[in-house]
Every structure is written in C-alpha cells, then in structure tokens.
C-alpha cells in the first residue's frame, strides 16, 4: 500500500518519484510480481516517515512505466485500475500492507 495525499481514482494516471527506502523495496516487490499496489488517502499526517492515519478506501494501481535512478530512487508512471477497500492493516514491515479486497461499483436505477 502507497498512502498518499492525494485521491487516486480508476483510469487515472499517477506519476510518482519513490524515494523512500521502504517504498523502493516496495515497488522491488511489485515489479517482481503483478505489477499492482493499493493506493489510499491520507487522512491526518505525513506521506514521509510514517505514523500517519490512513483512510480505508482506496485505488488498485498498476505500473505501467518504471526507471530506477542511479542512487536507488524510482521514477513510476502508474494508472487507478479499481476501487479496493481495506479489510484490515497489516505491521509496516518492511512497507505499509494491507488486506484489500475489491469495491464494486453500484449501479444507478
């Protein structure tokens, strides 16, 4: 999970510079399996170092575009796949992870 400022909605494009050690290791992690991470919105607190208060609904984003930088740092172009709601957190070890599971969209009468 990448808790963020910001909202991440579905078909949206999302470029992001990864420079924190625990967030390289995460997209370490995704580039080595499906591509895919939950973005959710921070509510109270900072997107660096942590202890901040998460929202429990998010965006599955997939990396569409990935450069590690010479000193480590990753430079991403992601995009919103679905809406994900949180079932509950898991330790931040090494990085913020979640259960999730998918949020289906309601349909209107």
């Given at each position: ?18 420079f ?18 939950g ?9 660096v170092?942590?202890?901040?208060v ?23 172009a ?16 090494p990085?913020?992870e ?8 309601r349909?209107?009468r």
């Amino acid at each position: 999970m990448f808790p963020l400022g910001m909202v991440l909605f579905p078909g949206q494009i999302l470029p992001l510079h990864v420079f924190e050690p625990r967030y390289r290791a995460m997209v370490q992690d995704c580039l080595a399996g499906d591509q895919h991470f939950g973005v959710v919105l921070i509510e109270r607190g900072s997107e660096v170092g942590g202890q901040d208060v998460r929202t429990d609904v998010g965006t599955r984003a997939r990396i569409l575009e990935s450069e590690e930088l010479p000193d480590g740092r990753w430079v991403l172009a992601t995009v919103g796949v679905e809406r994900i709601q949180v079932e509950r957190w898991l330790p931040d070890d090494p990085y913020p992870e979640a259960d999730a599971t998918r949020w289906p969209l309601r349909r209107r009468r």
